[in-house]
């Protein structure tokens, strides 16, 4: 009787051990991300269907953010002029998963492709100003970009060696890209 009932207890005991530890933080913010894919999942093929609109939504984590994507036929419209129907439509699924969770989000919001190709073209205009700053020696200022297309660029200048910043005020913002000191 006495081996039976001393198992038992060292197993509970284990067991509330591994309880107060809890998850490790890292897994914690990958389940904090699928939740913010799922919401944003939900709220989009929601829209697509008010819309009715086809496409397929696809979910990843892409660094330290959720990133959804909407792929299908002739979506260019929620894209729109350089991407600004898009940016709105981000904004209002990210305004969607806090509703839900009650935290900001990051989450990166792409259809059919369009920030997959507008961040390819960033990082070669980004490798351009680097050179172009190396080889005169002076600051290039670049045209006015959102703050994901600036992010890209600033990324871009950090991978090279050079430091960048951006100046002026939205919707105006722009990426300087230093010479070396």
Known sequence: MTDGSQTEDVQTTDVQTEDTQGPRPEVDRVKALEVESDIAADYLEELLDIADLD???????????????????????????????????????????????GERSRLMLDVSGYRANRKAELEKVGLAAVEEAKSTGEAVHLDPMTPFERKVVHDVVAAAGLTSESEGEEPRRRVVVQPAV
């Open 55 to 101: 496409g397929d939504i696809d979910m990843d984590i892409d660094g330290d953010r959720a990133a959804v994507s909407i792929v299908g036929a002739d979506l260019n419209h929620l894209v729109g002029d350089k991407g600004k129907v898009l940016e709105a439509l981000q904004e209002l699924t990210r305004l969607a998963v806090y509703r839900e969770t």
